[in-house]
């Protein structure tokens, strides 16, 4: 059996908008489709050729009361493959957002930060 390929994951966040313009800022990423969920609401999905994340926002705002590493089924964070990391905290940065736990051990660099929705986000470059 071949190998399975992650092609995207899907979040709530607060605001679709803001959260896919953050990305898109971050990363580089641009808008593959955006429009009404199924579920109600709205979802945007923004990344690259081969995956993305599909952001989602339900007019039924809740937030979670739990720690996502204590809750089963919570998202601990996300991790990014890029190939410049100092550009990549920079621009993290300049969105008023904290790099932290930064790493350099084998197989690479890396830090962390957390969005606006406290979404926790590795970012990390091979190289």
Not at 25 to 46: A, C, E, M, P, Y
Not at 84 to 93: G, H, I, K, M
Request: some cysteine; proline content about 3%; aromatic content about 10%.
């Amino acid at each position: 059996m071949p190998e399975a390929i992650l092609e995207h994951a899907n979040i709530t966040v607060h605001s679709v908008q803001q959260s896919a313009a953050l990305f898109c800022r971050l990363f580089d990423w641009k808008v593959r489709w955006q429009g009404d969920s199924i579920h109600g609401g709205r979802t945007i999905h923004v990344g690259g050729k081969g995956s993305y994340l599909a952001l989602y926002e339900n007019p039924k705002k809740s937030n979670a009361i739990t720690d996502t590493y204590y809750q089963i089924n919570g998202l601990n964070h996300i991790c990014l493959i890029v190939s410049d990391l100092d550009d990549v905290e920079r621009r993290v940065q300049d969105e008023g957002l904290t790099p932290i736990n930064h790493a350099n051990y084998e197989p690479g660099r890396r830090f962390y930060f957390k969005t606006n929705d406290n979404i926790e986000v590795e970012v990390v470059d091979y190289k």
